[in-house]
C-alpha cells in the first residue's frame, strides 16, 4: 500500500490523499478551493474513486475562488482527472444530498453520496 498527500489550498493547512493498493487507487480531497483544481486533477489522475468535498451548492452564487468547492466544481475535477467515479461529501445539513448529486450529474455522470456503511468494497 502506498499512501501520498498533495496540499490544497484552504485557509487552514489541508491535505488531499490518495491510496494506492494492488492497482487501486482513492482520492480524497479534504477541504480546498477550485483554485486548487489543477493540481487536484493532476493528483486524481485515473483514480477509481474521487472522494471530494463539495460543501456548496452553485445556487447561491459562490466565486470561483472560495474554501469548499461546489457539487458541479467537483464534477469538473472528476471528468478532468478522468476518475471512475466521484463521490461527493461534506453537505451543508439544510440541503436535500440529492440536490448535490443532480447538480453534480450535469458534469460527470458516475456519482454517488457518501454515506456511512454503504461502500464496503472497491471494485
Same mark, same amino acid.
Given at each position: ?12 493547512e489541508t491535505y488531499a490523499i490518495k491510496v494506492s493498493c494492488k492497482g487501486k ?51 469538473? +475535477? /472528476? #471528468? &478532468?482527472?478522468?476518475? !471512475? *467515479? %466521484? ?25 454517488? +453520496? /457518501? #454515506? &456511512?456503511?454503504?461502500? !464496503? *468494497? %472497491?471494485?
Amino acid at each position: 500500500m502506498e499512501i501520498t498527500f498533495c496540499r490544497t489550498d484552504h485557509p487552514v493547512e489541508t491535505y488531499a490523499i490518495k491510496v494506492s493498493c494492488k492497482g487501486k487507487n482513492i482520492v480524497y480531497t479534504s477541504d480546498t478551493s477550485f483554485s486548487a483544481r489543477d493540481k487536484i486533477v493532476e493528483f486524481a489522475k485515473g483514480a477509481d474513486l474521487l472522494i471530494c468535498e463539495s460543501s456548496l451548492l452553485e445556487k447561491y452564487g459562490f466565486p470561483e475562488i472560495s474554501s469548499h468547492l461546489t457539487a458541479k466544481q467537483a464534477a469538473i +475535477i /472528476a #471528468k &478532468e482527472a478522468k476518475v !471512475k *467515479k %466521484l463521490m461527493l461529501t461534506h453537505f451543508w445539513p439544510e440541503e436535500k444530498a440529492r440536490q448535490y448529486v443532480k447538480e453534480a450529474k450535469k458534469e460527470f455522470r458516475e456519482v454517488v +453520496i /457518501a #454515506k &456511512e456503511g454503504r461502500y !464496503k *468494497k %472497491l471494485g
